[in-house]
Each structure stands twice: as structure tokens, then as C-alpha cells.
């Protein structure tokens, strides 16, 4: 059985303030199958590793700078993010992509350098709407994962996230039939650059606007092991129905 993750992406939101969200974990169990991670800002990865660690859920980071250590201001690196308490860390986030120009090269550097770090990367993948409407989805998320995932990476030291462009942040969730095609695509794609065992073993999690109220559907689709939620985790009731929600 496929071992499956729900991260929680904070974004650029949160300070020691919102470290009360986490209190909302309080008696919630977690199985040994579901991975719960919440990625702060980094400013906060420190002291919400600490609480945190009391429920059982991890703490990632949202991105970091390829190198391990240098004159690169205002950058954390991998390395950094895994003494600050992280064990995962989100890379090719679309808003890192398409607002910061990430190329699928630089997504692939910062990926391995996770890797090396020893955290697990949660690599985003995904379509825009026009690149869907043009036919182009299999082929965007295929160069996508041909060229960001290192000759380092198997199933135990990533995950993919399918996270359609249009459907974060906008409240317009991907249909059941669009994520269980897209996320077999991944699955048949990773079994060409990984090989068939890491293929079957990798966790693929869905992300675009999963919330309390869809995330049962979507977990129960076919191929999705789980979600990369944004809003949704800001409020730590609202991310703890969707962890319940991945449960068996
Ligand atoms: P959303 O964000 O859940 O707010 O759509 C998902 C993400 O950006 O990872």
C-alpha cells in the first residue's frame, strides 16, 4: 500500500500568532499510512517543528535556493530548512514558476538539493488553462517531470503534487475525470524515468482549491494519494477534516 501525504501550504501567510491553528490537532490521530506535513513560512518552520512534533505531523518548507550555502541574499537553503526542523520542502510551485520564472533546470537543481539535504521534495507539476484548452496537458506535465526530476530521486525521497494552474486559489477544483487522467499519466511518466516498482510506490497528491467539503472525493479517485491544500490549511480546523477526510 502506497504510503499517502497531505501537506498543508501556508504560503505567505502566518506569524507566531497562527501558531494557534496547530493547537487544533489536539486528539486527532494520524495512521501510519498518512504523512501530515504543514509548510510555513520559514520564519516559522522552527517553532512549529517543535509543536508540531507533539501530534505526529512534520513541518516542511515552500522552496529553497538551489546551493547549499553562499553570498545569495535573502535565499535559504535546503540544508537550512532541515536544521530549522523541516523533513519535507514544496519545489516548482506554480507561483514560483510563473511569478518568480522557475525553469523546469532550476526546479530540477533545487529538487536535488533537497534530495541531498535529506528532505523529502514535493515536487509541483501542472497545466495552465490555456495549455489545457490547447490539448497540451500530458505534454506540459511530461517535459515537466523529464526535466525536474534528478537521477537522485525514487519514491522514498519524492512525491509528485498534479496541481492544475487554474484550479489554485480559484475555488475551481479539477473534475474527477481530469485529476484520475492526469494523475495516470504521472504514474505511467514516472514509470518511464523511474522505473515500474518506484512508479507504483510513489505518492502523487492533487493540489488546487481541495477544502473540507471535496477532499473525500478526490482522495477516493483513482492514483491520488493524497493533497497539497493551500487555503483550506490556513485554519487548522479546516486542514485536520481534510487529514480525516484521507482516511481510510
Ligand atoms: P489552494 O492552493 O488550495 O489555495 O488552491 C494549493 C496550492 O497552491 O498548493
Not at 10 to 21: A, V
Not at 66 to 74: D, F, I, N, R, S
Not at 209 to 224: L, M, W
Amino acid at each position: 500500500m502506497r504510503q499517502r501525504l497531505i501537506a498543508g501550504n501556508w504560503k505567505m501567510n502566518g506569524t507566531g500568532i497562527d501558531l494557534g491553528e496547530v493547537a487544533k490537532f489536539k486528539g486527532l490521530s494520524i495512521p501510519a499510512n498518512l504523512t501530515a506535513v504543514v509548510c510555513p513560512p520559514s520564519t516559522l518552520i522552527h517553532r512549529m517543528s517543535e509543536l508540531l512534533s507533539e501530534f505526529a505531523i512534520e513541518t516542511g518548507g515552500q522552496d529553497c535556493h538551489q546551493l547549499e550555502a553562499g553570498a545569495y541574499t535573502g535565499n535559504v537553503s535546503a540544508r537550512m530548512l532541515a536544521d530549522a526542523g523541516a523533513t519535507h520542502c514544496i519545489v516548482g510551485h506554480s507561483e514560483r514558476r510563473v511569478g518568480h520564472g522557475e525553469s523546469n533546470e532550476l526546479v530540477r537543481s533545487k529538487a536535488k538539493a533537497c534530495i541531498s539535504a535529506g528532505l523529502k521534495t514535493i515536487l509541483c507539476v501542472g497545466e495552465t488553462e490555456h495549455e489545457r484548452l490547447a490539448g497540451r496537458t500530458h505534454q506540459v506535465v511530461g517535459d515537466q517531470l523529464s526535466e525536474s526530476i534528478p537521477e537522485t530521486a525514487n519514491d522514498r525521497n519524492l512525491v509528485v503534487a498534479y496541481e492544475p494552474v487554474w484550479a489554485i486559489g480559484t475555488g475551481r477544483t479539477a473534475e474527477r475525470t481530469q485529476i484520475e487522467d492526469a494523475h495516470g499519466f504521472i504514474r505511467s511518466h514516472c514509470s518511464k524515468l523511474l522505473g515500474s516498482r518506484a512508479a507504483e510506490n510513489i505518492a502523487i497528491v492533487y493540489g488546487g482549491s481541495v477544502n473540507p467539503k471535496n477532499s473525500a472525493e478526490i482522495f477516493g479517485t483513482r492514483d491520488v494519494d493524497g493533497g497539497l491544500v493551500g487555503g483550506a490549511s490556513l485554519n487548522g480546523d479546516d486542514f485536520a477534516a481534510v487529514l480525516n477526510a484521507c482516511q481510510d
